[in-house]
């Protein structure tokens, strides 16, 4: 039986396929500003273990362990430091340099709190869970880290220029730890070290999703924000322009962690911000030489 001949320099096409609907990865994801998006089809920002029970839990242990710790550092400046009740209440250099160790430790027992709230609930890495992930599509880590930590820089020269409006009031008890130079010098290790690193997980790790989760991101950067400004409202004596300048600053630092999708975007900013105050007020102060009088 004679074969048909194809036509020459063509084959039979072959029968198609059904094409599959690849979703996008996961690190080319854009956050929605101001959606909600349901539970299947939440940004790995949302996802997260804790619920608004928990965060009361945070607060409640924070607010415990916090008078609990300071007891036991002032207790241990009396028995090994012999400072006595009278003399760490008359000295500020005494008291600030017990607020500031108690504030250090009250950081650490916090951040193990938060990990073994993490470990009962899953078995994913912790710093992943607090949302420290690595950077999406950037081509330079390093020039990535510079433009953020000089993101922190220009950001705090625009609060200081902000703040010669809205006023600088004085006597807040923030001022008390700037009058001795071992606590400026101690104050300077918890706020470049220590307090970046605690804050951003805390405030952009774990609250945040749970409220991007619930009303949506654009609602989770302003209440974040909110709440990381009302949290220094006692540092700051009710000086409520000041205290609106930092609710400012913590909104900015949500806005980038939620945009980058990373915490260690906002901790950049945030390193950058406390680096540069700091900074400045020790050239000001002339190498902490002129501190301002007790």
């Known amino acids: 039986m004679p ?8 084959a039979p096409n072959p029968p198609p396929r059904a094409r599959t609907a690849e979703p996008p990865p996961e690190s080319t994801a854009r956050p929605e500003f101001g959606t909600q998006l349901p539970v299947g089809q939440q940004r790995v920002d949302s996802r997260t273990p804790f619920r608004w029970l928990d965060l009361i839990y945070l607060l409640v242990f924070y607010s415990l362990a916090g008078g609990v710790i300071f007891f036991i550092v002032a207790a241990g400046a ?15 250099a005494a008291w600030a340099s017990v607020l500031i160790v108690s504030q250090a430790l009250l950081s650490g027992a916090t951040l193990v709190f938060l990990y073994v709230m993490v470990r009962g609930r899953s078995a994913a890495p912790f710093w992943q869970t607090m949302g420290w992930r690595g950077f999406r599509s950037m081509a330079s880590s390093a020039s990535v880290v510079l433009r953020y930590i000089f993101g922190g820089f220009a950001l705090a020269v625009v609060v200081g220029w902000v703040g010669n409006f809205v006023g600088r009031e004085s006597g807040i008890p923030m001022e008390q730890l700037f009058r001795s130079r071992q606590s ?3 104050l300077m290790a918890l706020g470049i070290l220590v307090a970046p690193v605690v804050e951003e997980t805390i405030f952009r790790g774990c609250i945040y999703p749970v409220i991007a989760r619930k009303f949506g991101i654009s609602w989770g950067i302003v209440a974040t924000g909110a ?3 009302l949290a220094h409202a006692q540092q700051l004596g009710g000086a409520w322009g000041q205290i609106g300048l930092l609710i ?3 909104i900015v630092l949500t806005y980038v962690r939620a945009r ?4 260690a975007a906002s901790y950049l900013v945030h390193l950058g911000y406390n680096t540069i105050l700091f900074a400045g007020f020790f050239i000001a102060t002339g190498g902490l030489r002129h501190l301002p009088p007790t």
Do not use: D, M, W
Not at 3 to 10: A, K, P, V
Not at 78 to 92: D, W
Not at 260 to 263: C, I, K, R
């Open 260 to 263: 980058a999708g990373t915490v």
């Open 184 to 186: 400026v010098l101690l």
């Open 78 to 92: 009396l028995v090994f430091f012999g400072i006595s009740p009278s003399e760490l209440k008359n000295s500020t």
């Open 227 to 229: 709440l990381f400004g």
């Open 3 to 10: 074969h048909e001949r194809q036509s020459e320099g063509f």
């Open 248 to 250: 400012c600053v913590g």
